[in-house]
């Protein structure tokens, strides 16, 4: 009895674990901010969140030829959208962020990070074509970029205005239309 007693209290301390682990620094799903696009306080410190700048990072393609920046002023709105292979959703998902980019390429860029360190790259460039991705899609094989952004799931991406602010930080996929007016909100700002 004692020792089923002590079981329990081992696997409730572990989920309350995962559980504080997982929670601390995340942002609710589909975060948006409240106030209009480009207006209000931006803290001066990059972090992963709503309303503050982008955290830097320098990856490379998935080809290796080219390296990309994040970080800073743009001349486009960018999408940063943090993917794996072997993730479900994110082959749900990538048909529309075909359809995004080539819609609103003349306005916006979108980087596909791979999530390298936990993915094959054999299987990332398999699904790239696959799925004929045009956009950039970058490796990610130290998962600093994955720490930076605090992702611990797949799909995860981040709408970024042309002042380097984060706008929109999205986990999971969402519909088509919504993609779209999250969009407006900051091409047209």
């Not at 209290?9 to 559980?19: D, E, F, G």
């Not at 054999?122 to 490796?139: G, H, I, N, S, Y």
């Not at 970024?160 to 088509?176: A, F, N, Q």
Request: proline content about 6%; overall charge negative.
């Amino acid at each position: 009895m004692k020792k089923n007693a002590m079981i329990l209290a081992l696997v409730v301390i572990a989920v309350a674990a995962v559980w504080f682990w997982d929670s601390s620094g995340k942002e609710p799903i589909a975060q948006t901010t409240n106030q209009p696009v480009g207006k209000g306080n931006i803290p001066a410190a990059p972090a992963p969140k709503v309303n503050h700048y982008a955290p830097s990072f320098n990856l490379a393609s998935l080809d290796g030829t080219t390296s990309y920046n994040v970080g800073g002023k743009r001349d486009k709105v960018l999408i940063v959208n943090f993917w794996a292979a072997w993730c479900g959703p994110c082959e749900v998902e990538a048909p529309d962020l075909k359809d995004i980019y080539e819609t609103h390429k003349d306005q916006l860029d979108l980087y596909a990070v791979n999530a390298t360190k936990y993915d094959k790259l054999r299987e990332a460039k398999d699904f790239v074509k696959e799925q004929q991705l045009v956009f950039p899609v970058l490796t990610e094989p130290k998962g600093d970029v994955l720490d930076k952004y605090k992702v611990s799931g797949y799909p995860v991406s981040f709408i970024i205005d042309r002042d380097g602010v984060i706008r929109h930080r999205i986990e999971g996929i969402i519909e088509r239309e919504q993609w779209e007016i999250y969009l407006q909100d900051v091409i047209s700002s």
